[in-house]
């Protein structure tokens, strides 16, 4: 009896033992082998079966994670993350033995090599995450075939060419993160299938031709980011059919055949950030945006606006930041639209009127404008600032020739003795500093939107410094998320030489980590000629914490020099973090070079030179007389001699 019942026992626990889930064989071998390929053993060690219940690796808050589907005691690798752990390499063959996986994660890594055309192998997948990495080569047709696909994301790499067409046959997908990827050529009209899409991040890549129409017929569409490309405007009116957006943001169009409009704004209610910077818009400021009421940032900056401010402003509850800077918008500054924005830029607009004294919570920028502003602590060197009014006929009874500034950071000498003033004021999401020796002024506009450390507009490092002996010069710097402007006041006209200093303190260079994958991009202007194009600090300077001097020259006609670097959409947004990207510079040095002569003086001197000419000419064209005359007569008795020099004695 008893040897019954220890038998009955043993075939019970073989039973249990038969009955556990297990994993396909041919996927614990390949998820073994990606483990190694990627040196991940140490944080992910299969020693028992990859689909075990209740594994530690299976959890979404797992990080290297594993995780399965089960039908009977058959399981399958379906979940695969590989978030942020700088695993470096190519992407391995075994990786599509995994046939059922149905999401893949492998956002922000160290991965090299191209994208493999057998990633199409993997039809089940629903969620492909290729992000933040180091690919490179084209995007393989083949991703085509993976028709369940919800989101796509192979944003932030180093790929090359065009969109393929089959992206088209993705009819589900409702995300698709491409910005950054390194793209270019025309969108293909085969992606006008995909209206599933909620989401689209598109920036900063070379894409070209028109600003496709067919995107007002995606209207699931809650946040399209279109910046920084080489695509045409105008911006179709027909984007009127987008009523689910949230998050808009166009800008930097190229001139196309016709200017944009405001008029597809009419339906888009449902905005919350709207930015359309530098899209060659035409036309007057709807007042129907007032009535938008989850919309709490404005950015029409860059544009062609003309028209006043819509009264209606004033009943705008919402809105927070408002950008109109760079238009030719006139009349009066309404006095009642403060009361609930954080920001307010109206630069270069011919714009008058008061900001009131209540304004004082406003981050205001009016440079450029006649706007009196009393807030401003330092009103000589604001009207120091209206000589930027080319028309205004400007003089300095005592001008300066020279202004250093060290940006974000306190006064310092240098090396050679030149002392950089102080630049620490803290700067808010519009704004204009004035130097207490009115000798320069700083603006800044813009806001960091998704800065999870808040409003940061100075960059600093404890770091050494390379390439330099003043290190603690490139320690601080000033950015921006799209405008940055120095300007010399009340100089001597003449030409300049303007030494501008570099040191990426921000974003690092980190060859073992995604955290050094960031790029940032940004234009200079000095005098209005854009002298930098897609400027990048770590590539020009071999390196981040590097410090690199940017040399030109350029004339002062009018007392003033106006330095703008500037945001056009370029460069990564995320690395290492959100919000990093736009404008930095650590410090500025303008000395004259040559100056131009006064006009009055130059006017009586030229006076000078005239007579000056004519009597020479005179003079000229007497001594030619005598000369013919006196060979005539030598000719002519053959002997009178012609002294060149007095006769000796």
Known sequence: MAFLSF??????????????????????????????????????????????????????????????????????????????????????????????????????????????????????????????????????????????????????????????????????????????????GPIPQELSKLTSLQTIWMSDNGFTGKLPEF???????????????????PIPNSFSALTKLENLRIGDLNVGESDSSLDFLENLTS??????????????????????????????????????????????????????????????????????????DVSFNPLTGNIPLDWSHVSINTVGTSINDVNLKNQKASTMLQCLDQTTNCRNKAPSTTFAVNSGGPEQADTNGAVYDDDSEKLGAASLYTSSSNKW?????????????????????????????????????????????????????????????FAEVVMDDNSASWEGLGRRLFDVYIQGERVLRDFNIVKEAGGSKRALIKTFNANVTNTLMDIHLMWAGKGTCCIPRQSTFGPLVSAIAVSQVSAYEDSSKGEGKRVGRIVGIVFGCVGALAIACGVAYLWWTKKESGDLKIYTQAPKD
């Open 7 to 184: 038998s009955f026992t043993v075939f019970c626990v073989l039973q249990i033992v038969s009955a556990q889930r297990k994993t396909v064989p041919t996927e614990v071998d390949a998820v073994n082998k990606i483990i190694d390929h990627w040196n991940l053993r140490s944080k992910l060690n299969l020693s028992d079966d990859p689909c075990i219940e209740n594994a530690i690796w299976a959890p979404d808050s797992a990080n290297p994670r594993i995780d399965c589907d089960c039908v009977g005691t058959v399981c399958h690798i379906t979940h695969l993350k590989i978030y942020a752990l700088d695993i470096s390499g190519q992407i391995p063959p075994e990786l599509f033995l995994l046939t059922e996986l149905m999401d893949l994660n492998l956002n922000q890594n160290m991965l090299n090599g191209s994208i493999p055309p057998e990633i199409g192998l993997l039809s089940k997948m629903e969620y492909l995450a290729l992000g933040i990495n180091n690919l490179t080569g084209s995007v393989p047709a083949a991703l085509g075939n993976l028709t369940r696909l919800r989101s796509l994301s192979f944003g932030s790499n180093n790929l090359q060419g065009a969109l393929p067409r089959d992206l088209g046959n993705l009819t589900l997908l409702d995300q698709l993160y491409i910005d950054s990827s390194g793209l270019s």
């Open 215 to 233: 995107l007002s017929t995606f209207t699931e569409l809650k946040d399209l980011r279109v910046e920084g490309t080489n695509l045409e405007g």
């Open 271 to 344: 905005l919350s950030i709207l930015s359309l910077r530098n899209c060659q818009i035409r036309g007057s400021i709807p007042q129907l945006l007032s009535t938008f009421p989850n919309l709490t940032f404005l950015d029409l900056s860059f544009n062609k606006l003309t028209g006043q401010i819509p009264a209606s402003f004033k009943d705008f509850s919402s809105l927070k930041y408002l950008y109109l800077g760079s238009n030719n918008i006139d009349g009066v500054l309404p006095s009642d639209i403060g009361s609930k924005l954080i920001a307010l």
């Open 441 to 501: 002024a700083v603006s800044s506009s813009g806001v960091f939107i998704s800065n999870i450390n808040g409003p940061i507009y100075i960059a600093q490092t404890d770091s050494q410094i390379a390439n330099t002996l003043d290190s603690e010069l490139y320690k601080t710097a000033r950015i921006a998320p799209a405008s940055l402007r120095y300007y010399g006041l009340g100089l001597e006209n003449g030409v300049y030489r303007v030494e501008l200093h």
